[in-house]
């Protein structure tokens, strides 16, 4: 049994009795920190004079458990990670995976990618909006949010079973084929939530309370957001144009057209309103992906040492049962070498860098999360600034414990 | 290669000539390896030269080698918003390297969780503690010599 060791907290602990400051802990357990994040706040008064936020309470260990794993095992590890994005975190990994291997993936896998890709950003800028407003005081457009995100989890369960831990992409394309009945139910909800959105903007952008709780809090200026590395919606509040769907487009983004919300003070106001703008972008290139759409086509690559065989072969064919057998019990073998594939995330650059031996396990794999490098931003939003806007700066940058911890 | 890497490349040649072991390209990603003593100017240039422009740093990371005398390689990715383009640089030691935070911000917390995990030691670091791990562990879990399952304790 290991002792308890008595460890310096760092900026000291010795507050002398009278004295102003007072050290207070928002606990990893407590409404509005995301999850189970804890931030140690030293206070004088309502002044933020030290903002300490402590990750760690949701590491599972990810990126060891992948060293262990072959890689197709690994998809459902991702899931886990921001888990209001399974998708996308799917996507991130096989992507470099594939880059690897260098797997081509057919098209009507990428587009369908694109489409669920979009739909899932959709879903997490809707919990941000959710949680953000609910947390600053507004009660009633979580609701809202929570009843459109509904469909676009009824549209990940039609297509894969699941409404979180989706692991719907594979390496080489995706599970399977969308089921009938999938194109028109997108349509229908991004007719819909074309016109829910102007619903959230009336409930919200011009609230006076909202507005005055978020306007100048937590300005972060561009050549600072650059050094801490905010990626994504942060980054892009401050007037920095860097999206990766853009800048490095990967699937068919360079096909489609859509805009880029940049915001100009890098407030918190400015991070809402660039979200809310990549929402409705978001439906604009589904619409486009849809039309674009082919018919009928494979949605998993043509390569027999990687993919696994189709089950009807398996299921009636002796060499192509051996093969499932073989590949599953063992895996594939890669090539030796290193790649890092990143999305365009809902939280910022969301990359997989994976080093590989030769064997069918990483050897190593590490996992650029978003939100943990986005929320190294939150003591500078804060210090100097009052209780109430630590709250306010944590909705802001809008983290996932799953993501910052792993 | 992309054509402004093949500059960046070279101006990293003509600067520090033998002290970079090897320049890989592979999937389009090009990676630099560099001798530990050179580590911090080579990344000081790559951020203040024009035409490196490496403003953003991504990612650092490290992995582990046991069988090898320097059994850490520090992985870093960088990219450059306005050029777009991309480098992995990457070094090995065995237990100590200078800081990143005083060029980019973001080795704060990066370098906390390469300590934390492989008990690499920056030096320089303001702030150096564990970041992911309890404060009182002990071991450093990413390492290859600890089990994936952990120790009998947790």
């Given at each position: 049994m290991q002792d308890v060791k008595d460890y310096t907290i760092p900026g000291g602990d010795n507050f002398a009795q009278g004295e102003k400051r007072m050290?207070?802990?928002?606990?990893?357990?407590?409404?509005?920190?995301?999850?189970?994040?804890?931030?140690?706040?030293?206070?004088?008064?309502?002044?933020?004079v030290r903002c300490d936020p402590v990750p760690g309470y949701l590491h599972r260990g990810t990126e060891k458990l992948a060293e262990n794993k072959y890689y197709t095992q690994i998809i459902p590890l991702t899931d886990r990670l921001d888990y209001l994005s399974p998708f996308n975190n799917n996507l991130a990994y096989v992507m470099a995976v594939e880059k690897l291997l260098g797997l081509e993936v057919p098209p009507r896998a990428q587009w369908l990618r694109l489409i669920l890709s979009e739909l899932q950003r959709i879903a997490s800028h809707l919990i941000w909006y959710g949680t953000h407003v609910m947390d600053i005081g507004g009660i009633t457009p979580f609701l809202y949010a929570l009843r459109d995100r509904e469909t676009i989890l009824d549209i990940f369960e039609m297509c894969c079973g699941a409404r979180l831990t989706v692991s719907y992409c594979r390496i080489g394309g995706l599970m399977a084929d969308v089921p009938a009945g999938f194109v028109e139910k997108v349509d229908d909800f991004v007719k819909l939530f074309?016109?829910?959105?102007?619903?959230?903007?009336?409930?919200?952008?011009?609230n006076p309370i909202f507005v005055g709780r978020t306007v100048g809090v937590g300005v972060i200026a561009p050549d600072d957001a650059v050094s801490l590395g905010l990626t994504g919606p942060s980054l892009r509040g401050s007037g920095v144009n860097l999206d990766l769907r853009k800048a490095e487009p990967y699937l068919y983004y360079d096909q489609l057209d859509f805009e880029v919300p940049l915001g100009t003070k890098g407030d918190s106001y400015d991070r809402y309103l660039v979200r809310m703008e990549?929402?409705?972008?978001?439906?604009?290139?589904?619409?486009?992906?849809?039309?674009?759409?082919?018919?009928?086509?494979?949605?998993?690559?043509?390569?027999?040492?990687?993919m696994l065989p189709p089950?009807?072969?398996?299921?009636?064919r002796a060499e192509e049962m051996q093969r499932h057998f073989y590949q599953v019990i063992h895996g594939f073998p890669t090539p030796v070498g290193e790649a890092y594939a990143s999305i365009e995330g809902s939280k910022g650059e969301l990359g997989f860098y994976i080093i590989s031996d030769g064997s069918s396990r990483p050897y190593r794999m590490k996992i650029r999360?978003?939100?943990?490098?986005?929320?190294?931003?939150?003591?500078?939003?804060?210090?100097?600034?009052?209780?109430?806007d630590v709250i306010t700066c944590i909705g802001t940058i809008d983290i996932v414990l799953g993501e910052v911890d792993r | 290669m992309k054509e402004s890497l093949q500059t960046v490349v070279q101006k990293l040649q003509e600067k520090f000539g033998d002290?970079?072991?090897?320049?890989?390209?592979?999937?389009?990603?090009?990676?630099?390896?560099?001798?530990?003593?050179?580590?911090?100017?080579?990344?000081?240039?790559?951020?203040?030269?024009p035409d490196c422009?490496?403003?953003?740093?991504?990612?650092?990371?490290?992995?582990?080698?046991?069988?090898?005398?320097?059994?850490?390689?520090?992985?870093?990715?960088?990219?450059?918003?306005?050029?777009?383009?991309?480098?992995?640089?990457?070094?090995s030691t065995s237990e100590r390297i200078p800081t990143l935070y005083p060029i980019w911000k973001t080795a704060n917390w990066l370098e906390r969780e390469v300590y934390d995990l492989f008990g690499v030691i920056f030096?320089?670091?303001?702030?150096?503690?564990?970041?992911?791990?309890?404060?009182?562990?002990?071991?450093f879990p990413l390492r290859k010599d600890y089990p994936v399952e952990g120790y009998d304790d947790f």
């Open positions: 050290r207070l802990n928002m606990g990893p357990q407590h409404p509005s920190t995301h999850g189970v994040l804890q931030v140690i706040v030293d206070l004088e008064g309502e002044l933020v074309q016109k829910s959105i102007k619903d959230y903007h009336k409930l919200v952008t011009k990549e929402m409705a972008q978001s439906t604009r290139l589904i619409e486009q992906a849809l039309a674009k759409l082919p018919e009928k086509g494979p949605v998993k690559a043509d390569d027999p040492k990687v089950k009807e072969l398996a299921m009636s999360a978003p939100s943990f490098v986005n929320l190294q931003a939150l003591p500078m939003m804060t210090e100097g600034r009052m209780l109430a | 002290n970079i072991l090897n320049i890989a390209e592979f999937r389009d990603e090009v990676t630099v390896r560099v001798k530990k003593p050179v580590w911090f100017d080579t990344l000081q240039f790559l951020n203040d030269d422009n490496f403003k953003l740093l991504v990612d650092e990371t490290a992995a582990d080698y046991p069988l090898r005398e320097d059994r850490f390689d520090i992985i870093v990715h960088l990219m450059s918003i306005e050029i777009k383009h991309r480098l992995r640089v990457k070094t030096e320089g670091h303001p702030d150096l503690r564990r970041i992911l791990m309890a404060d009182d562990w002990e071991g």
